[in-house]
């Protein structure tokens, strides 16, 4: 089992910059590829953007494309996202999710952060 915890949501006006976090506890951390998704109200879940492991590779959804940027750090079993140039459109509750090591789907979810922009 893998537990998810997302931090660092909230409020901040259009333009503005905020970094969430995701911090794991249990099984191996370092060998999952890792992703963000997001819903806004009324929406479906959208894809932000993943970090594989082991060769990190990463990719973003379109509408984030160099505004956006994720990391990890497997030391700390945590993994970040850097939002810039926040847009309202933003506004969601940002997940995160974890792969099983054996099937590659996302099977382990945090309970979500809200991210809210104002313009």
């Known amino acids: 089992q893998v537990q998810l915890v997302e931090s660092g949501g909230g409020l901040v006006q259009a333009g503005g910059s905020l970094r969430l976090s995701c911090a794991a506890s249990g099984q191996t951390f370092r060998q999952r590829g890792m992703g963000w998704f997001r819903q806004a109200s009324g929406k479906d879940r959208e894809f932000v953007a993943a970090i594989a492991w082991p060769s990190d590779w990463i990719s973003y959804g379109d509408s984030v494309k160099g505004r956006f940027t994720v990391s990890r750090d497997n030391a700390k079993m945590t993994m970040y996202l850097q939002m810039n140039s926040l847009k309202p459109e933003d506004t969601a509750v940002y997940y995160c999710?974890?792969?099983?090591?054996?099937?590659?789907?996302?099977?382990?979810w945090g309970q979500g952060t809200q991210v809210t922009v104002s313009s």
């Open positions: 999710a974890a792969k099983a090591t054996t099937t590659g789907q996302y099977v382990y």
